[in-house]
């Protein structure tokens, strides 16, 4: 971090310069320009960053290594949320338009490039091997461990090979592969007997998000970033010009940007500041609301177990720490009212599913589950940039948050710290609700 120094003493044997004799004559003009002998250098910009989960600590981290005076404010602990809950799947699989496309495969390539700088990746096989201590906080958290996935009917696996073709066209690895060969890559599976070919994406993964989050946050505190939970770090209030933010504690921050991360609450926030603009999200809050989530953890795995990401049609799989795996299901609705007795049927039913797809589950039992609320913008697309006529907010949600986190933190931290605007947003700009405003491209 670049901070103005000290003006130099004299060099020694050297006389210092007499001072002037102000008993003589008018007193100097202290409007010319500074003495020549006093250096200066710009003040550091003033951030919070409101939000300390996957994209909110990549943020904070990045912004803090360019040099800015960042506090990042958390209301409970960092990752606790949906970062913590989340698939973590890192993937441009089915996102549309192409340069959305294009936005999430830089993503990938990003992660790839931070755990090697930073020591998170994992073995060649894409899994820390047992006892292995590579990585942050006891284990790797970035597992490039490649996905398949199939289909059971004849519509289904047309709109598969459909998919892997128009990716292989974009440049995205993808190839279709004999149930032979799908065995060789994850020996765990067990493939129906009608299944001859599934679909590979090998540059596709995962994060464990415990240990990366937990990097991250030490990151930005080793550049000097502040660091408030709790009560402290509960936003209460975001002025108009969106350069003050009053925490649930009293405390006042001042900013020269305020940078919203915050997920599901992004548009609460941002509302604090009295713009025109809105955030729109998928509701998430009322009965039968899309954005919820189950995701399930079962274990312990009898080794050697899953190694990679597996979607099969009913449910979706992938290894998680200490043994265990985390699930998914595309059918699974839940909101946040579902009663805990359903929560647990549904969890059970996972778990079930999952034995029928791989190995190594069958004295597996629930460890626990969770509704996750995703973040996930009204239209699709993710939302990204200084929020209009809000001064200096800017705000960052997006459903692919864990993908992008790393890639849009290097973008964002270079709008704010550069000044130029990054053509890769711009059909991602908050701009794009207001009334009146022209369909953004892209």
Same mark, same amino acid.
């Given at each position: 971090?670049?901070?103005?120094? !000290?003006?130099?003493?004299?060099?020694?044997?050297?006389?210092?310069?007499?001072?002037? #004799?102000?008993?003589?004559?008018?007193?100097?003009?202290?409007?010319?320009?500074?003495?020549?002998?006093?250096?200066?250098?710009?003040?550091?910009?003033?951030?919070?960053?409101?939000?300390?989960?996957?994209?909110?600590?990549? %943020?904070?981290?990045?912004?803090?290594?360019?040099?800015?005076?960042?506090?990042?404010?958390?209301?409970?602990?960092? +990752?606790?949320?949906?970062?913590? !809950?989340?698939? $973590?799947?890192?993937?441009?699989? #089915?996102?549309?338009?192409?340069? *959305?496309?294009?936005?999430?495969?830089?993503?990938?390539?990003?992660?790839?490039e931070l755990a090697a700088s930073a020591g998170g990746g994992a073995d060649m096989d894409g899994a820390a091997g047992?006892?292995?201590?590579?990585?942050?906080?006891?284990?790797?958290?970035?597992?490039?461990?490649?996905?398949?996935?199939? =289909?059971?009917?004849?519509?289904?696996?047309?709109?598969?090979?459909?998919?892997?073709?128009?990716?292989a066209g974009w440049g995205y690895p993808a190839r279709l592969i004999g149930a032979d060969e799908a065995a060789e890559?994850?020996?765990?599976?067990?493939?129906?007997?009608?299944?001859?070919?599934?679909?590979?994406?090998?540059?596709?993964?995962?994060?464990?998000?415990?240990?990366?989050?937990?990097?991250?946050?030490?990151?930005?505190?080793?550049?000097?970033?502040?660091?408030?939970?709790?009560?402290?770090?509960?936003?209460?209030?975001?002025?108009?010009?969106?350069? @003050?933010?009053?925490?649930? $504690?009293?405390? %006042?921050?001042?900013?020269?940007?305020?940078?919203?991360?915050?997920?599901?609450?992004?548009?609460?926030?941002?509302?604090?500041?009295?713009? =025109?603009?809105? %955030?729109? &999200?998928?509701?998430?809050?009322?009965?039968?609301?899309?954005?919820? +989530?189950?995701?399930?953890?079962?274990?312990?795995?009898?080794?050697?177990?899953?190694?990679?990401?597996?979607?099969?049609?009913?449910? *979706?799989?992938?290894?998680?720490?200490?043994?265990?795996?985390?699930?998914?299901?595309?059918?699974?609705?839940?909101?946040?009212?579902?009663?805990?007795?359903?929560?647990?049927? !549904?969890?059970?039913?996972? &778990?079930?599913?999952?034995?029928?797809? %791989?190995?190594?589950?069958?004295?597996?039992?629930?460890?626990? *589950?969770?509704?996750?609320?995703?973040?996930?913008?009204? #239209?699709?697309?993710?939302?990204?940039?200084?929020?209009?006529?809000?001064?200096?907010? *800017?705000?960052?949600?997006?459903?692919?948050?864990?993908?992008?986190?790393?890639?849009?933190? +290097? &973008?964002?931290?270079?709008?704010?710290?550069?000044? @130029?605007?990054?053509?890769?947003?711009?059909?991602?700009?908050? +701009?794009?609700?207001?009334?009146? $405003?022209?369909?953004?491209?892209?």
């Amino acid at each position: 971090m670049t901070r103005a120094s !000290w003006p130099a003493a004299p060099s020694p044997g050297r006389a210092a310069a007499p001072r002037p #004799d102000h008993t003589r004559g008018p007193r100097p003009d202290r409007t010319t320009a500074p003495r020549p002998d006093r250096t200066t250098a710009p003040r550091p910009r003033r951030c919070v960053v409101i939000g300390a989960g996957v994209l909110g600590a990549c %943020v904070a981290a990045r912004l803090a290594e360019a040099g800015a005076e960042v506090t990042l404010l958390e209301q409970a602990q960092p +990752g606790h949320a949906a970062t913590r !809950w989340s698939f $973590a799947w890192l993937n441009s699989n #089915d996102k549309r338009p192409r340069a *959305y496309h294009h936005l999430n495969h830089a993503g990938m390539r990003a992660w790839a490039e931070l755990a090697a700088s930073a020591g998170g990746g994992a073995d060649m096989d894409g899994a820390a091997g047992p006892g292995s201590t590579a990585g942050m906080d006891g284990g790797a958290w970035y597992r490039p461990a490649g996905n398949v996935e199939w =289909a059971m009917d004849a519509p289904g696996w047309e709109r598969l090979a459909a998919r892997v073709r128009r990716l292989a066209g974009w440049g995205y690895p993808a190839r279709l592969i004999g149930a032979d060969e799908a065995a060789e890559l994850e020996p765990s599976l067990r493939l129906p007997r009608s299944v001859a070919e599934v679909a590979w994406f090998p540059d596709e993964g995962y994060l464990l998000t415990g240990p990366l989050i937990s990097q991250l946050v030490k990151r930005a505190v080793r550049h000097g970033a502040t660091l408030l939970t709790g009560q402290p770090g509960r936003v209460a209030g975001v002025a108009a010009g969106g350069g @003050t933010v009053r925490t649930a $504690a009293g405390q %006042v921050i001042k900013a020269d940007t305020v940078v919203c991360c915050a997920g599901r609450w992004v548009p609460e926030l941002a509302a604090l500041t009295g713009s =025109a603009c809105p %955030v729109p &999200l998928i509701p998430w809050a009322a009965p039968g609301a899309k954005a919820p +989530g189950l995701v399930v953890r079962a274990g312990p795995v009898t080794p050697p177990g899953l190694a990679r990401v597996v979607h099969a049609p009913d449910v *979706y799989l992938r290894p998680h720490a200490d043994g265990m795996v985390q699930l998914e299901a595309p059918d699974a609705a839940v909101d946040l009212h579902t009663p805990d007795a359903v929560l647990g049927r !549904w969890a059970g039913e996972l &778990l079930r599913r999952a034995r029928r797809v %791989v190995n190594g589950l069958d004295r597996a039992s629930v460890a626990g *589950y969770q509704v996750c609320v995703r973040p996930m913008p009204a #239209d699709g697309r993710s939302i990204v940039g200084p929020l209009p006529g809000a001064g200096g907010l *800017y705000v960052a949600v997006t459903h692919s948050g864990v993908t992008l986190a790393a890639h849009l933190a +290097g &973008l964002i931290t270079a709008e704010l710290i550069g000044g @130029t605007a990054a053509a890769e947003l711009a059909p991602y700009r908050p +701009g794009r609700f207001l009334a009146g $405003a022209g369909a953004a491209s892209g």
